[in-house]
C-alpha cells in the first residue's frame, strides 16, 4: 500500500506540475489599423446592433475584430475615434455616373458603393481601375446601356430595340463588352421585352429598371389599358424596380388613389420585388419648380458634369417655370405611397438618381435618407436601405454593408448619432475605404478634387461610347 502511495503521489505532483506549467501564448491578432473607444452600428437585424467603445481591426481590406476590449488586438496604425459612431459604408442604388472625376463626391458624404444605372464601355473599365486601386472611389456596379423602344420616353443615351432581333443583338453587344445586368425601361415594346427576358435566362443576366410598358396608345392610361400590364412584371426576376413615380404611373395608372396603391403595396411585397424609390429624383423637380430656378445653382450643384448638364437646357427651363402646387401634391403623394410600400413589407434600397438633372452625387443619398425619413421610416430603418438590404439584393450579405467581422473595411464615421437624427449624415468626420483612414479634411480634398471636371476625358468616354452602341451623337447638340 506505502509503495503504491509514493508513486501515485508523484504521478499526481508530475500532473499538477504540467497542468500548472505554462502553454504556448496565443497570438495577437495583426492587422494594419486599429479604431479604438469607438462606437459601431451595425444593421444586420431588426434593429440596430450597438457596441459602445469598441475595439475595431482592419486588415488585407477587411474586417478583422470588433472587440471590447484592445487586449490580443495590434495594427500598425492606431486612431483613437472617441466620441465618433461608425456605421457601414451607405451604398446608393441608383446613380449615373458621367467621369472618374465626380467620384470623390460619393466618398466625401460616406457613399463607398454604387450601382450607375446608365452603363458604358467605360464604366467596366473604371469599375476595374476602382478595385485595382488606380481609381479612388466608390466601388461600382453597372448596368449595361438602357434598353428601350421609340415613345415618349426614349432619349438619346438609349439602346433602342424593336423587335426581339433588335433585342437579342443589343444584348449580344452588351454580353461583348463585358455587361451582365441589363436595365430595360418604359417603353419596351413586348415583343423586344420577351426576348431581354429569355435572353437574360440563357446568359444568366440580372435585369433591372423601369417596368416595361410596351406601345403607349391613345389614351392611355386613363382611358386605355397599359400594353403590359404592371402585374405582369412582378414574377419576372427584376433585381429591383426603379422609381416610385413610375409605380405609380404604370402600377396605378397615374392616380393617386390611396385604396389601390395600398393594395398594389401588397402585392409588390408578395412578389418579392425590392423597390427602389429615389424620392430625391421628382422631389428636385418640385424643389426647381418651388425656387423658379434658383435652385439649380445652390451650393454643391458645380460637382454636377457641365458636360451632361449641357444636355438638360430644355428640362432645366420647363421646371423652372412649372407651377409649384400641383408638383408638391404629386412629391407628397410619392412619400405617402414610399410609407405604404414599406408598411406592406416591400424590401426598399436607397437611390438618389445622382448625376442627372440637379441631382448632386454624394449628396443626393443624404438628402434622399432625409426624405425616406419624411415618409415613415424611422432613421435606423432608412440606412439599413443605404447599407444591409443593398447588400442582400446585390447577393454580397456579410461582405457589404455591415460592421462585423468579415465584413468590408468600408466604413463611414460621425461626430453625431445617425440613428437619432439623420441630417447627422451630411457631416462625415472620417471614412475608412478599403481599410485605407480618411479624415474630414481628406473627404473636403475629395470633393474639391470633384470639381474638377475633365470635359475632354468626359466626351471621349460617353460620346464615345454611345456611337460605338450606334447612337447618332449629333443629336446631342454638342460640339
Request: glycine content about 10%; some cysteine.
Amino acid at each position: 500500500m506505502r509503495q503504491f502511495g509514493i508513486w501515485g503521489g508523484a504521478a499526481l505532483c508530475a500532473l499538477v506540475a504540467a497542468c500548472a506549467s505554462p502553454g504556448p501564448e496565443t497570438q495577437p491578432l495583426r492587422g494594419d489599423l486599429l479604431v479604438s473607444n469607438v462606437r459601431v452600428i451595425d444593421f444586420s437585424g431588426e434593429a440596430p446592433e450597438v457596441r459602445d467603445s469598441a475595439f475595431v481591426l482592419i486588415g488585407d481590406g477587411g474586417v478583422l475584430a470588433v472587440a471590447e476590449t484592445r487586449t490580443g488586438l495590434t495594427a500598425t496604425v492606431e486612431q483613437d475615434a472617441s466620441g465618433l459612431t461608425m456605421i457601414p459604408g451607405l451604398t446608393d442604388m441608383h446613380v449615373h455616373v458621367w467621369d472618374e472625376a465626380e467620384l470623390g463626391a460619393y466618398l466625401s458624404w460616406g457613399v463607398t458603393r454604387v450601382r450607375n444605372m446608365s452603363g458604358l464601355p467605360f464604366h467596366l473599365t473604371l469599375a476595374e481601375q476602382i478595385e485595382a486601386g488606380a481609381v479612388m472611389g466608390p466601388h461600382l456596379v453597372t448596368t449595361g446601356p438602357i434598353l428601350n423602344s421609340a415613345g415618349p420616353n426614349a432619349q438619346v443615351n438609349h439602346q433602342l430595340v424593336e423587335t426581339a432581333d433588335d433585342a437579342r443583338a443589343a444584348i449580344a453587344w452588351q454580353a461583348e463588352q463585358g455587361f451582365t445586368r441589363l436595365k430595360v425601361y418604359s417603353n419596351l415594346t413586348r415583343e423586344a421585352y420577351g426576348a431581354v427576358r429569355e435572353e437574360a435566362d440563357a446568359r444568366g443576366f440580372i435585369i433591372t429598371g423601369h417596368t416595361p410598358e410596351g406601345v403607349r396608345g391613345p389614351g392611355v392610361p386613363f382611358e386605355a389599358p397599359f400594353d403590359i400590364a404592371f402585374s405582369e412584371i412582378l414574377d419576372d426576376g427584376f433585381e429591383t424596380i426603379e422609381h416610385v413615380e413610375s409605380i405609380v404611373w404604370h402600377g396605378l395608372s397615374d392616380r393617386e388613389d390611396e385604396v389601390a396603391a395600398r393594395a398594389l403595396a401588397v402585392q409588390i411585397a408578395e412578389a418579392g420585388v425590392p423597390v427602389t424609390p429615389t424620392l430625391l429624383a421628382f422631389h428636385n423637380l418640385w424643389r426647381v419648380a418651388d425656387t423658379q430656378g434658383a435652385a439649380l445653382t445652390r451650393p454643391e450643384t458645380d460637382l454636377l458634369n457641365p458636360l451632361v448638364q449641357a444636355t438638360e437646357t430644355d428640362m432645366y427651363e420647363y421646371w423652372s417655370g412649372a407651377p409649384a402646387g400641383p408638383t408638391a401634391e404629386r412629391d407628397a403623394f410619392h412619400l405617402r405611397m414610399t410609407r405604404w410600400l414599406h408598411e406592406a413589407g416591400v424590401t426598399l434600397v436607397a437611390g438618389s438618381d445622382a448625376g442627372i438633372f440637379t441631382n448632386v452625387p454624394g449628396l443626393s443619398l443624404v438628402e434622399e435618407l432625409e426624405l425616406m425619413v419624411e415618409a415613415g421610416l424611422s432613421p435606423f430603418e432608412a440606412l439599413k436601405a443605404a447599407t444591409d438590404a443593398p447588400a442582400r439584393v446585390l447577393e454580397r450579405e456579410g461582405l457589404d454593408g455591415c460592421a462585423r467581422e468579415g465584413c468590408a473595411a468600408d466604413l463611414v464615421l460621425y461626430a453625431c448619432d445617425p440613428l437619432a437624427d439623420s441630417s447627422c449624415l451630411h457631416a462625415p468626420e472620417a471614412l475608412i475605404r478599403a481599410g485605407e483612414w480618411l479624415n474630414a479634411e481628406d473627404l473636403m480634398a475629395l470633393r474639391d478634387s470633384a470639381r474638377h471636371h475633365n470635359l475632354e476625358r468626359t466626351q471621349e468616354n460617353v460620346i464615345g461610347g454611345l456611337a460605338a452602341q450606334g447612337v447618332d451623337v449629333s443629336a446631342l447638340g454638342i460640339n
